[in-house]
């Protein structure tokens, strides 16, 4: 009888199964306490099962630990606060081997794919008079679509991996035969898998208990973004991959770009938004007729979003259910009782937003000059870089006038509901009311080199309830999206842009609906220029996605899979001079405050290395492109 270990690990989902304390169940060895047989027996222990597959699903909200989601600060998004002793830092500054564990994540996941892989191969043991076989279909169909999931994460960081479909973990396979799969069989694969997972999955949960398990949109959704990778630049014909074969003499990529493959990817896309009205998906807060919304409606819209939890907008989401994992992160330290001020947003980002009234962005291009200004300022966008204004009112907050420099003035929506910048209130129970929020030495929420602190000039607020008082510890909890409905617009959008038979019209459709809900005209009244222009409205669609999706760990990818990065994690890091001693010099930008050592990104950083834990085990692997 076949005897595996088998780990139940919590619900980290709201997936309310009948368990006891999770600690019972944690590295249970069937060999002393429960075969195979016993485990598949019954509800209970299935279920047990079952869950801790959902394990192995990344939490979004991990920002800066080693999961998949902690990318956030390796992008262009983010600079936290701590300049040392991450392991974000040793990617950012180009010290990082296969020797690095950090971020590994190989292992984690091929071990949730056999764990996944067991239970497809023993689920329908169960006994009829414990789950009915409809009960028993969807729970193999969201075993499926995980196990796929889990390649589809590979893929995305590691390029083509090795497939090892159907077969029992306890497969007798050499480890010296084992090698990557090409790419394209990784596609079809994964594919093929969703689609599978798709037609037995239902389309709603109405049960909240059971809010958190994938559904037919979910599914979806994941093929849209993975189609959408698929057909972009990094992984469709990139010149640094031509030419390299796995063991058996096979291209591991494509040797040209296919770009049909953006057909694709904006049909999966379209899938999900034709699945919206049944599966009750829809844009938190956008106007019934499309008109943009007031910026007080947006600011609520947007807002909604991510404070109300499981709404309309999310197709799949997970649990954060200790606010303070990021609330305390985002608190302004010594301004309350108790914050860190690391999880800062970037002076790219904080600039990206766009213009309220012109509906433009700032910047122009991805270029930065020695002052850590935008070598390009859009004249056009009403942008300005110079000077303070005196009793401005925080058009969110709405309760203290503050002297606020005149780059944070006429931002759109999200920036008022996203960025705590330097001289903003902040609405809190748990803050002093009388008070703006200063970052410099001898502020309100004071700079200092070492420990907790606000390094960069601006904090972040987007996930954070002003509601609670945190000085009493109320921190709430937190639903973190993994695929929402804005994100699909704009893969539809991208996609149409892209796609041989480019449908312009379509892709303003889409894009115009997200930044309607954010309070800015469409996209061609702001920028008549982009009418038949395919280049600007690639550039004008980038940075839609910065801004709409900022934090929710899909920058880094995007900039991979649109080979920029080598443009834009190369610069050096700027931030508000917050080691001034007075507000007004503290809005100077500079190099010389960051000191947590200069960026370093190569081609090789494209797609991470194949780790030497697992080279050493398969010694014929092919390794990545300059690794």
């Not at 060999?31 to 027996?41: I, K, L, S």
Request: overall charge negative; glycine content about 6%.
């Amino acid at each position: 009888m076949k005897k595996y270990k088998y780990i139940a690990g919590c619900l980290t989902l709201s997936l309310s199964l009948t368990m006891t304390s999770c600690d019972n169940f944690l590295d249970v060895d069937l060999d002393n306490q429960m075969q195979m047989d016993e485990v598949f027996a019954n509800r209970n222990t299935l279920e047990r099962y079952f869950a801790h597959i959902y394990s192995f699903v990344y939490q979004p909200y991990d920002f800066h630990g080693n999961a998949i989601g902690a990318c956030v600060p390796m992008s262009d998004e983010a600079v936290f606060s701590w300049t040392s002793g991450l392991g974000y830092h040793s990617f950012l500054t180009g010290n990082w081997s296969v020797n690095t564990g950090d971020y590994a994540m190989w292992k984690q996941m091929y071990t949730g794919i056999n764990q996944a892989t067991v239970f497809l191969d023993n689920a329908d043991q169960v006994g009829e008079q414990e789950m009915t076989r409809e009960e028993v279909k969807i729970m193999k169909a969201e075993v499926r679509f995980l196990r796929a999931w889990f390649y589809n994460m590979l893929v995305f960081r590691f390029g083509p991996v090795y497939i090892w479909g159907d077969q029992a973990p306890d497969s007798n396979i050499k480890a010296e035969t084992v090698d990557r799969h090409p790419l394209e069989q990784n596609i079809e694969f994964i594919v093929s898998e969703y689609d599978k997972a798709a037609a037995d999955l239902p389309v709603t949960i109405t049960d909240v208990k059971w809010y958190g398990r994938v559904t037919k949109g979910a599914v979806l959704a994941a093929k849209s973004r993975f189609l959408l990778h698929m057909a972009s630049p990094l992984f469709n014909g990139c010149n640094l991959y031509k030419g390299i074969q796995n063991m058996y003499g096979e291209y591991l990529f494509p040797q040209s770009a296919d770009p049909n493959k953006w057909e694709e990817a904006a049909k999966a896309a379209k899938a999900v938004i034709d699945l919206s009205a049944e599966a009750g998906y829809e844009l938190m807060g956008a106007t019934p007729d499309g008109t943009p919304n007031s910026l007080n409606d947006a600011m609520s819209a947007y807002k909604s979003v991510f404070l109300d939890k499981w709404n309309k907008e999310m197709i799949w989401a997970r649990w954060q259910t200790d606010g303070k994992y990021i609330v305390v992160r985002c608190n302004p330290p010594r301004f309350v009782k108790e914050g860190y001020g690391g999880y800062c947003p970037s002076l790219r980002l904080v600039d990206t937003y766009p213009m309220a009234e012109s509906g433009r962005f700032p910047t122009v291009g991805y270029e930065y000059g020695s002052d850590g200004y935008p070598a390009q300022i859009d004249a056009k966008s009403g942008y300005q870089k110079d000077g303070f204004t005196e009793n401005w009112v925080h058009p969110l907050d709405n309760f203290l006038p503050v002297k606020v420099h005149n780059s944070c003035i006429g931002r759109d929506a999200r920036f008022y509901t996203s960025v705590l910048a330097n001289g903003f209130p902040w609405l809190n129970p748990a803050m002093d009311n009388t008070r703006a929020v200063t970052f410099f030495d001898g502020g309100t929420s004071s700079y200092t080199a070492s420990g907790d602190a606000v390094k960069v000039g601006f904090s972040w607020r987007k996930f954070t309830d002003p509601k609670l008082n945190t000085n009493q510890g109320s921190w709430g909890s937190l639903v973190a999206p993994i695929f929402r409905l804005a994100e699909i617009y704009l893969n539809y959008a991208e996609a149409c842009n892209e796609k041989p038979n480019r449908d312009e019209a379509e892709a303003l459709k889409y894009i115009n609906k997200v930044r309607n809900r954010a309070g800015l005209k469409n996209l061609e009244q702001a920028y008549p220029e982009v009418v038949g222009n395919q280049t600007l409205m690639r550039e004008l669609i980038q940075k839609e996605r910065m801004v709409e999706l900022a934090f929710e760990t899909q920058r880094l990818y995007d900039l991979n899979r649109w080979m920029l990065s080598k443009t834009v994690l190369n610069e050096p890091v700027y931030t508000l001079n917050v080691a001034a001693n007075n507000y007004e010099n503290s809005w100077s930008r500079t190099k010389g405050v960051w000191s947590g050592g200069a960026r370093e990104f190569e081609d090789k950083n494209y797609l991470f290395p194949i780790p030497q834990t697992q080279l050493d085990e398969m010694q014929n692997m092919t390794q990545n492109y300059g690794w």
